[in-house]
């Protein structure tokens, strides 16, 4: 299967700028806020909408509590995570907030390599995948196969051999019905899709170049423990392993490389060359990965993006990300417009709390309640392709094309799942690391 760098079709997130224009430009009728659920007929019977959440960490949390508020109807019913104590924390917050949405039998909490599936056999309706990204191949796949919806938190793989099953399982959601929503919560931000319709419209004139940014400070660490063994410790620590994560450029300045895809309507580079090395997390707790990237990526019309994320404490931060066209500038993260035509994003135009990761929720809930399914499948995975491509050029100091990122045979993932030994890969060198 080939995946050009052009994107032909695209289920898009709200095309409107109001949450009500929202709903009826997509035609979904909304749950809640004083507007009637769709009669639907779930859980044997009820109007139910039965969820199940595989992988408890604070992302998983956070998406379970978006899901029961998109839906007065939608009951959490299964949990699912590698660790016990992981899923201890996430039961006691979930129930403790979520009053009678929160249904978790005690015989519906589920740990292990294996929990996921164990999950799927139970009668959920819709999954919510939000583990770390390496098992997102396997679980989408399993979860489609079950005849589930499916909310699907980026980036959806860390090498682009998952990429592919991703597409493959997407397209079979699409022959089963399914909705597949994605985690890059920003298509959904009613800001900007008002931002990116003007950008579009042409309002800053022909796209000449963009530039992502997403320079932060350190993150989190787990001190290993005694009883850890390395595979429990790269689990628990899974940010900062390759495999796991698919290293930060990946995992999370995915969101900026696909509002930059958005901007260009969904057109992808054809190419890119980067720089990027590990100088801060030095340090064998934090992995293999790097703490800085630099990249430089090129579209068949001339346009370059330039893309830069570094996690180095004591530095100056900047998430900024920026539109440069012929007539003037937009700026992504404040939603201002400056050239032939000033404007900034308010209240003015939406009037509405703009909470793009309640969105994406609420979207998929409306979606699965009017049989009408989302499909962000083609988006989510170009944009992890995105990063991936970035990153090998980094790791490799060559200059990559899309192509050859596409048919890579680059396959991060171990050939078996057991806890013990696992070796750490070395810390990519450019120059001497292969592209594959």
């Not at 900062?240 to 901007?263: K, N, R």
């Not at 346009?303 to 990300?321: E, V």
């Not at 404040?334 to 000033?342: D, P, S």
Request: proline share 6%; glycine share 10%; net charge positive.
């Amino acid at each position: 299967m080939n995946l050009p760098s052009r994107m032909n079709s695209l289920e898009p997130g709200p095309p409107k700028t109001t949450r009500r224009s929202f709903i009826q430009g997509t035609g979904v009728i909304a749950v809640g806020a004083g507007l009637s659920p769709f009669p639907a007929v779930y859980a044997a019977g009820s109007d139910i909408i039965r969820v199940g959440l595989i992988g408890c960490g604070g992302r998983g949390t956070g998406a379970a509590n978006n899901a029961l508020k998109a839906d007065p109807h939608a009951r959490l019913v299964a949990m699912a995570d590698m660790f016990p104590d992981k899923l201890e924390r996430s039961y006691m917050s979930l129930k403790k907030a979520t009053g009678e949405q929160f249904a978790v039998r005690p015989e519906h909490r589920f740990t292990g390599f294996d929990a996921y599936k164990k999950l799927l056999a139970t009668d959920v309706d819709v999954v919510l995948l939000t583990t770390p990204p390496a098992f997102r191949p396997e679980h989408l796949k399993a979860v489609v196969a079950a005849g589930k919806h499916a909310f699907v938190e980026k980036p959806v793989a860390v090498d682009v051999k998952g990429c592919r099953s991703i597409l493959a399982t997407c397209e079979e959601a699409k022959r089963k019905n399914l909705s597949v929503v994605s985690g890059l919560m920003l298509r959904y931000s009613l800001a900007m899709n008002e931002t990116m319709k003007r950008i579009h419209d042409g309002q800053i004139g022909r796209i000449v170049s963009l530039q992502a940014n997403y320079n932060i400070g350190g993150l989190w660490h787990h001190p290993r423990q005694p009883e850890w063994t390395d595979m429990e410790w790269q689990l628990r620590n899974w940010y900062y392993f390759t495999w796991l994560s698919g290293d930060h450029i990946v995992e999370q300045h995915v969101h900026g490389l696909d509002l930059m895809a958005w901007a260009m309507k969904d057109e992808y580079p054809t190419s890119c060359f980067a720089l990027g090395g590990r100088q801060a997390r030095t340090d064998p707790k934090f992995g293999h990965i790097f703490d800085h990237h630099a990249v430089c990526y090129e579209y068949a019309g001339g346009q370059k993006c330039f893309s830069f994320c570094r996690q180095q404490n004591g530095t100056d931060q900047d998430t900024g990300h920026f539109v440069y066209g012929s007539n003037g500038t937009a700026d992504l993260r404040r939603k201002t417009m400056t050239g032939g035509q000033i404007w900034r994003y308010g209240r003015a135009q939406g009037g509405e709390k703009d909470i793009p990761y309640q969105l994406e929720h609420d979207a998929l809930f409306r979606s699965i309640r009017a049989n009408e399914p989302i499909n962000n499948g083609e988006y989510m995975v170009r944009s992890t392709v995105m990063g991936i491509m970035g990153r090998m050029a980094g790791y490799t100091g060559k200059s990559v094309t899309w192509d050859q990122a596409w048919n890579s045979r680059e396959d991060l993932l171990p050939t078996k799942y057991a806890f013990g030994p696992m070796p750490v890969p070395p810390v990519a060198i450019p120059g001497q690391t292969p592209l594959i």
